[in-house]
């Protein structure tokens, strides 16, 4: 009797410890499955590298000081929404929207025109709470000494609720390299619809906006004529609705 009682006693807690490994193992499962990235998180992601490969460029991030974040809204709603001019309270709205970073309109103000500003045509009005970003004296000569920088994500993964893609800066010197690949291409593969390259010439002519040119940068023209920076940006996304917002950038 007494050795039948320890038999069930061993039986139980083989069970016992038979359910608390398959617990542990569904846990597992599930800790995986929720850092695994799905197929529209990763379309999703995609997207948002068509924004971040533009304008990144405009943070410093060494600093991350409210100066950049100013220029990357700047340079964000002159190329997308043709404006170049932003009250401080349209700078608040989007610097939330895009960063999910709490600013007033008194913090923009104070900011007035920094080095970083200056040096890349943003003017300040303390008395309207204005910024404006002037790109009237870029011309054909001017444009092709400014280097192209793009963004180009090497990789992502999921942690929680966050999403942390790591980039190469890749900085092309002469934008005109761009051109010539997109020519070379059509001499090389005569048989192939060649790639229309209006909105590059716009550009490098001055009529267009540095967001056509940078989007016409690909992984093999980055192999071919791209220089990556030393250091790689991280940067934390959240996901809110289908949009990516930008929470952290950091550089590694």
Not at 33 to 62: A, G, P
Request: a neutral charge.
């Amino acid at each position: 009797m007494l050795k039948l009682k320890k038999e069930i006693i061993y039986l139980l807690e083989g069970i016992t410890l038979i359910l608390i490994i398959l617990v542990l193992f569904i846990m597992l499962i599930g800790l995986f499955n929720r850092n695994k990235m799905t197929d529209l998180e990763t379309s999703l992601l995609s997207e948002q590298n068509k924004t971040t490969m533009i304008y990144m460029d405009s943070i410093d991030v060494s600093k991350k000081e409210l100066d950049s974040y100013i220029l990357y809204v700047l340079e964000y709603s002159y190329n997308e929404n043709d404006k170049n001019s932003l009250k401080c309270s349209e700078i608040k709205t989007l610097i939330k929207e895009l960063f999910d970073k709490d600013v007033t309109e008194e913090e923009l103000n104070a900011v007035g025109v920094t080095p970083l500003l200056l040096d890349n045509k943003v003017g300040h009005n303390i008395e309207e709470k204005t910024f404006i970003i002037d790109k009237s004296d870029l011309t054909q000569r001017s444009i092709a000494n400014i280097p192209i920088v793009v963004y180009q994500q090497k990789k992502a993964k999921k942690r929680g609720f966050n999403y942390i893609v790591e980039y190469n800066k890749v900085t092309i010197s002469n934008p005109y390299e761009i051109l010539n690949y997109y020519n070379d291409l059509s001499t090389s593969e005569p048989d192939k619809e060649p790639y229309d390259t209006t909105k590059i010439m716009n550009y490098l002519t001055a009529k267009g906006k540095i967001k056509d040119i940078k989007r016409a940068v690909n992984d093999e023209i980055i192999e071919k004529v791209g220089k990556q920076d030393e250091k790689k940006t991280i940067i934390t996304y959240k996901l809110v609705g289908a949009k990516f917002i930008i929470v952290d950038i950091q550089e590694k």
